[in-house]
């Protein structure tokens, strides 16, 4: 570059246009080592595959790519190897490390009949494991290609920010232009002008607009994969900062979605007499209170279940049948009364359980009263964390279950949401969601059963717990890989902080812009300053992004 001035003497820079290119170079080497960190999360994903495994054909063990795995092999997986199929433990005891494919921070332990999940980390034993996922199918294939969509994806404002970006080179270098033209015929000289209009052209920087949002995206939902929160689209990141309306399901969201007993209160000291009659009598029983029962007294050795004879069944009642020489009965305490047995002992304890959301089975052998027992489906221990956590995020939360009134309210009383509502039909659910959106309220829904799909659709967020079904998983737009309610807030928290990135990102954007290109013109940055100038704007951008790298869900059970 050269310029001419009054004197006639020709001034050279060369050095000035050596420096400017290995600025722009500079800037370019940084930003593409800072973008690189935005993708962190899927290459720490891609690095859990194996290449090959160990696989039981022919009844040897043979060692094959993994790519030619089947469903139904039996995998061999040693201590520090990662799975390479999701699968079902057949043989062997082990602790699982399932940090990077959950966020679940401790080792599982699992044994046999446990489900584990392709790329976690088998700790200290030997296991052999029956492929029931393979290759694209498996949990690990479909988070990354989750992470891959998202990361991909263009958000509304995105598309904004595109738009603004293709009339910016236009107007760049009409102002570089006008820039010449003021300089050469009211400035000093031609080099004046040559000088004011390559430092307007070379400040002036589209690639700050463009990395903005894109770059705070692919770093947030990094960031939340790696606490275990799937986010499927752009879209979602960017309606969840706004919510400000949570829909709980109860059943295997709020709660464990698993009857257990809770509670039991005998005629004699001998509890274990109570169990023994009661589970030996459910036996031949497939109700869920059933269930409850045994799986209560199956870590129980002193329980021995008793042969039964002449099981009957009286659905909406109770159950009954003979063990040994005696006629052993549970049910409600109607069916109680009905078939001789008094109640009044234990008439108080029963209708304090029930307040509380309980349901009571009474037991009786041969017309005398043994006991009762209280069963419940559990609260997760994070279900008031996260509710509270909630409502100092300023978000209003709702409870909307198909089971019983006196049930939901107990549980709602137990969490502190704000409204519970209980007899909801899926549709109703559905229609609430809708009705709340159209009083302008942003709503996010939790659920994880078929019947919350309609409303997981309608909500503005989906949120879908890890352990739901296939369908509520497939309609939702946020999966949480694990059961655990503390993750929504920590789901809105990240697109919260990402949203706050992109404004960052923007505003200096916009302002970088908006200053340097008057400066240049004006003639007060040299073209080597703006070099380094323009270099510095995109690196600051995708450094700033890199932030979010930092964030981690809130540890609720510290509060």
């Known amino acids: 570059m050269f310029s001419l001035g009054?004197?006639?003497?020709?001034?050279?820079?060369f050095e000035a246009s050596a420096v400017i290119i290995t600025l722009v170079l500079l800037g370019k080497f940084m930003e593409s080592r800072a973008k690189r960190g935005t993708t962190a999360a899927i290459r720490q994903l891609l690095d859990l595959r194996p290449k090959t495994a160990s696989v039981i054909r022919a009844g040897q063990e043979v060692e094959l790519p993994v790519a030619e795995l089947l469903i139904g092999d039996i995998v061999v997986v040693r201590p520090g190897e990662s799975l390479?199929?999701?699968?079902?433990?057949?043989?062997g005891r082990t602790e699982v490390d399932e940090a990077l494919?959950?966020?679940?921070?401790l080792p599982i332990e699992k044994e046999p009949?446990?489900?584990?999940?392709?790329?976690?980390?088998?700790?200290?034993?030997?296991?052999?494991?029956?492929?029931?996922?393979?290759?694209?199918?498996s949990t690990l294939s479909r988070i990354i290609k989750l992470v891959e969509n998202a990361q991909t994806g263009?958000?509304?404002?995105?598309?904004?920010?595109?738009?603004?970006?293709?009339?910016?080179?236009?107007?760049?270098?009409?102002?570089?232009?006008?820039?010449?033209?003021?300089?050469?015929?009211?400035?000093?000289?031609?080099?004046?002008?040559?000088?004011?209009a390559v430092s307007v052209l070379v400040i002036a920087c589209p690639c700050a607009l463009g990395l903005a949002t894109p770059t705070a995206i692919m770093t947030g939902t990094g960031a939340a994969a790696r606490a275990g929160i799937l986010i499927k689209d752009v879209e979602v990141l960017e309606h969840a900062h706004a919510i400000d309306v949570i829909v709980f399901d109860?059943?295997?969201?709020?709660?464990?979605?698993?009857?257990?007993?809770?509670?039991?209160?005998?005629?004699?000291s001998d509890n274990n007499e109570l169990l023994r009659s009661v589970a030996s009598l459910q036996q031949g029983s497939e109700h869920p209170l059933a269930k409850a029962v045994l799986s209560h007294v199956s870590d129980m050795p002193n329980i021995e279940l008793l042969p039964l004879q002449n099981f009957k069944s009286h659905t909406g009642h109770g159950v009954e049948a003979t063990i040994g020489n005696q006629?052993?009965?549970?049910?409600?305490?109607?069916?109680?009364?009905?078939?001789?047995v008094a109640t009044e002992q234990y008439s108080e304890r029963a209708a304090a359980w029930e307040d509380e959301g309980k349901t009571v089975i009474w037991v009786a052998r041969d017309k005398q009263l043994l006991g009762i027992l209280a069963i419940a489906d559990p609260l997760r221990a994070e279900s008031a964390p996260a509710v509270a956590e909630l409502k100092r995020m300023g978000i209003r939360t709702l409870l909307l279950s198909g089971d019983a009134v006196r049930v939901v309210a107990q549980i709602g009383r137990l969490v502190g949401i704000d409204e519970a509502q209980g007899a909801v039909k899926p549709e109703e659910k559905s229609n609430r969601v809708k009705a709340l959106r159209a009083e302008g309220y942003r709503v996010g829904m939790i659920g994880d059963g078929i019947n919350d799909a309609p409303a997981l659709a309608a909500a503005d967020v989906g949120i879908a717990m890890g352990s739901g079904t296939d369908v509520a998983m497939e309609t939702a737009g946020v999966t949480l890989m694990r059961s655990n309610p503390a993750l929504v807030p920590a789901a809105i928290s990240v697109s919260r902080a990402t949203w706050r990135k992109i404004k960052q990102n923007l505003f200096w954007a916009f302002v970088y812009?908006?200053?340097?290109?008057?400066?240049?013109?004006?003639?007060?940055?040299?073209?080597?300053?703006?070099?380094?100038?323009?270099?510095?704007?995109?690196?600051?951008?995708?450094?700033?992004?890199?932030?979010?790298?930092?964030?981690?869900?809130k540890n609720l059970n510290n509060d």
């Open 6 to 13: 009054a004197d006639a003497k020709g001034q050279l820079y």
């Open 327 to 340: 006629r052993v009965i549970s049910g409600n305490a109607q069916f109680m009364i009905d078939n001789g």
């Open 154 to 196: 263009t958000a509304p404002i995105q598309r904004l920010v595109d738009r603004i970006s293709e009339v910016f080179v236009p107007v760049v270098v009409l102002i570089a232009v006008c820039t010449f033209l003021g300089w050469y015929f009211w400035g000093d000289s031609l080099e004046s002008a040559l000088i004011a």
């Open 84 to 91: 390479p199929v999701d699968g079902e433990i057949i043989e």
């Open 250 to 268: 109860k059943t295997g969201t709020l709660t464990t979605g698993y009857p257990a007993v809770v509670g039991l209160q005998a005629t004699t």
């Open 113 to 137: 009949g446990a489900h584990v999940i392709g790329g976690s980390i088998n700790g200290t034993g030997l296991i052999r494991v029956a492929a029931t996922a393979v290759g694209e199918d």
């Open 101 to 105: 494919i959950t966020g679940e921070s």
């Open 513 to 553: 812009n908006l200053v340097g290109i008057p400066f240049a013109a004006a003639g007060i940055l040299s073209p080597t300053i703006a070099g380094a100038a323009m270099a510095l704007s995109s690196v600051s951008v995708v450094t700033n992004s890199l932030l979010l790298r930092r964030w981690k869900p």
